[in-house]
């Protein structure tokens, strides 16, 4: 039901754009987040955006790098990728948690009830 794509392989310094559609449901009432996972380490919290799109939080490690964002209308949220570096390499995916989980932005990754499956970013040195 979430369909991620725009990874790819990119030099380090450079940007992509990730895309996130949600198909067979609406997601506009959900908290859609971003998280990545290499074969070395758990999956990881990147980034998450309220419904309205209004509220955003970021890991502190893509702060001022990366920007979610989210179009309701098509039923899409976006992760713009800016300054890539070749820790960055993973896969990317997308989730949606319910509005009403009582962490909001902060939800745990089990909170999130719908994945995407996943799109390779890889970025060289």
């Known amino acids: 039901q979430l369909v991620e794509s725009g990874g790819g392989s990119v030099q380090a310094g450079g940007s992509l754009r990730l895309s996130c559609v949600a198909a067979?449901?609406?997601?506009?009432?959900?908290?859609m987040g971003w998280f990545r996972q290499t074969p070395e380490k758990e999956r990881d919290f990147v980034a998450a955006?309220?419904?309205?799109?209004?509220?955003?939080r970021y890991a502190d490690s893509v702060k001022e790098r990366f920007t979610i964002s989210r179009d309701n209308a098509k039923n899409t949220v976006y992760l713009q990728m800016n300054s890539l570096k070749p820790e960055d390499t993973a896969v990317y995916y997308c989730?949606?948690?319910?509005?009403?989980?009582?962490?909001?932005?902060?939800?745990?990754?089990?909170?999130?009830?719908?994945w995407g499956q996943g799109t390779q970013v890889t970025v060289s040195s």
């Open positions: 067979g449901h609406t997601f506009n009432t959900y908290i």
């Open positions: 955006v309220s419904w309205s799109g209004g509220s955003t």
């Open positions: 989730a949606a948690a319910p509005l009403e989980v009582p962490e909001g932005l902060r939800a745990p990754m089990d909170r999130y009830e719908y």
